[in-house]
T-cell receptor, first 115, second 114 residues
Framework: AQSVTQLGSHVSVSEGALVLLRCNYS??????LFWYVQYPNQGLQLLLK??????LVKGINGFEAEFKKSETSFHLTKPSAHMSDAAEYFC?????????????FGTGTRLTIIP | KAGVTQTPRYLIKTRGQQVTLSCSPI?????VSWYQQTPGQGLQFLFE???????NKGNFPGRFSGRQFSNSRSEMNVSTLELGDSALYLC?????????????FGEGSRLTVL
């Protein structure tokens, strides 16, 4: 069974500083990995996805993530934090394949931006 | 293109009642999934429908059920509500089965059980 672990339920960074949100996965098959963002009182929006193409994935709003098989990690980064990045971020895994739309989510990381 | 629409957005029920939530997927999307989000358990998969058939089911009791109509719209029902059913219920749609693509989420239906 697939699972993801997000290290740090709360992360605070200063505006303009590097954002690093950690995600480690466990999967018995080559995984598909996703990062979603959730703003207050809203649904989830896809930031980026890894589906076995390039290991460095670029997403929306300046975010990117690197798939590292040896470390079973898929950490999310952004070089310079903006106030609008304050939200909750979820890492998710799927083993993909026809007939499987199920995502397994991590517990989320709430990102706070300090002015 | 309209996004995923969920109704109602907010509702309050009492224990023992039942509730029906509705989800209209993005036009052309044939797969609809449902997730429950709570502070304690996070996001948990309920079930997924494709072409009016349930293709996947999470670990929820039989009180939780769903269906999909020929126009891909979906409903989920929770019977005999319990306090622990209070949650944000999120619907997501996608174009096809096989999760190499993106799930598009609605804003959710927030259920409070008193």
């Amino acid at each position: 069974a697939q699972s993801v672990t997000q290290l740090g339920s709360h992360v605070s960074v200063s505006e303009g500083a590097l954002v690093l949100l950690r995600c480690n996965y466990s999967s018995s098959v080559p995984p598909y990995l996703f990062w979603y963002v959730q703003y207050p009182n809203q649904g989830l929006q896809l930031l980026l996805k890894y589906t076995s193409a390039a290991t460095l994935v670029k997403g929306i709003n300046g975010f990117e993530a690197e798939f590292k098989k040896s470390e079973t990690s898929f950490h999310l980064t952004k070089p310079s934090a903006h106030m609008s990045d304050a939200a909750e971020y979820f890492c998710a895994v799927s083993d993909g394949g026809f007939g499987n739309e199920k995502l397994t989510f991590g517990t989320g990381t709430r990102l706070t931006i300090i002015p | 293109k309209a996004g995923v629409t969920q109704t109602p957005r907010y509702l309050i029920k009492t224990r023992g009642q039942q509730v029906t939530l509705s989800c209209s997927p993005i036009s052309g999307h044939r797969s609809v999934s449902w997730y429950q989000q709570t502070p304690g358990q996070g996001l948990q998969f309920l079930f997924e429908y494709f072409s009016e058939t349930q293709r996947n089911k999470g670990n929820f009791p039989g009180r939780f059920s769903g269906r999909q109509f020929s126009n891909s719209r979906s409903e989920m029902n929770v019977s005999t509500l319990e306090l622990g059913d209070s949650a944000l219920y999120l619907c997501a749609s996608s174009f096809r089965q096989g999760n190499t693509g993106e799930l598009f989420f609605g804003e959710g239906s927030r259920l409070t059980v008193l």
